[in-house]
């Protein structure tokens, strides 16, 4: 824990060098760990891209935006997993976002047992924010992400190895503040266990949530919660948690440091209990870049 939370006093640290040099700023969405735009679970309205040079009015911007990136590390030291993910999306007449993600789990201390992950995600922004020249409209968006997997707990539980996640989420920017709040909050329906990486079950819907305050054209500051998904046959995903702050470096790069909370790894692996299935605490990093 002390070492997690030195890595993230680093990062404040840094931003805040970030604000004293008045350093341009990329923004959200991130590409978050299944390569959907949003923050690091969760998706927001916002679809990812940014335009080509030539803004607006440029041809091949009403086609097609700039491709971004994402990378992540997920360090879930007391349950000894490493997680790594890999994404890129990018956004088709300014409103169709389509992704792509790989992710790569190590159990070190479960045998070395590595699992891959795919991911396809797309979503459409249905209804633009400040829509019918209102000032306090949410952009609304609907989208979906099929996830694969090729865990070998998917044998060992009787789970399916791929499924499907559908959400309809709601994404606000209120300026109106002393400073600008980012606020997004929406419903899932999934199958996952464990966000999908050991496995898919049956489907329940739950909420999900966002909360930003940005302080400085470059720096935002925010919790992030995600309800458990109960998968059926006693399978029960604990809820989400991350606290994270997000420097953005430049009008295209962008550093996130976070510490996640996904509940009691000994729920599910000491006493083969799969309620409030979680696989434990630790720290988040990501990199992230828009082309």
């Known amino acids: 824990m002390k070492n997690n939370n030195s890595h993230i006093h680093a990062v404040l640290t840094v931003a805040a060098f970030g604000i004293v040099l008045g350093t341009a700023w990329a923004g959200v969405p991130l590409n978050n760990l299944q390569g959907t735009g949003g923050i690091a679970f969760n998706p927001l309205a916002y679809t990812a891209g940014l335009p080509w040079e030539g803004g607006e009015s440029n041809d091949v911007n009403k086609v097609v935006s700039k491709p971004q990136a994402g990378l992540w590390y ?60 209102t000032a306090w409209l949410p952009a609304f968006a609907v989208g979906g992400v099929y996830k694969y997997t090729d865990s070998e707990t998917v044998d060992a539980l009787g789970l399916d190895d791929d499924g499907f996640d559908a959400y309809l989420v709601a994404t606000k920017l209120i300026t109106q503040l002393p400073v600008p709040v980012l606020l997004s909050a929406g419903v899932l329906l999934s199958d996952e266990v464990v966000n999908g990486v050991v496995g898919h079950n049956e489907y329940d819907a739950v909420a999900f949530g966002n909360i930003d305050v ?27 948690y991350d606290g994270h702050v997000a420097w953005f470096v430049t009008e295209r790069l962008s550093l996130v440091a976070a510490f996640a909370e996904t509940g009691d790894k000994d729920k599910f692996y000491r006493r083969g209990s799969a309620k409030n299935l979680g696989v434990g605490s630790g720290a988040v990093f990501s990199i992230q870049y828009q082309f």
């Open 74 to 133: 997920v360090n879930l030291n007391d349950a000894g997993i490493n997680w790594w993910a890999a994404s890129a999306a990018l956004t088709f007449a300014d409103r169709l976002e389509v992704s792509a993600g790989y992710g790569f789990v190590n159990a070190h201390k479960y045998g070395d047992k590595n699992i891959n992950t795919y991911n396809l995600g797309a979503k459409l922004r249905f209804l633009d924010e400040n829509a019918f020249d």
């Open 214 to 240: 940005l302080p400085a054209k470059n720096v935002a500051i925010g919790l992030e919660y995600k309800q458990g998904v109960d998968a059926g046959d006693g399978i029960r995903n604990h809820d989400y």
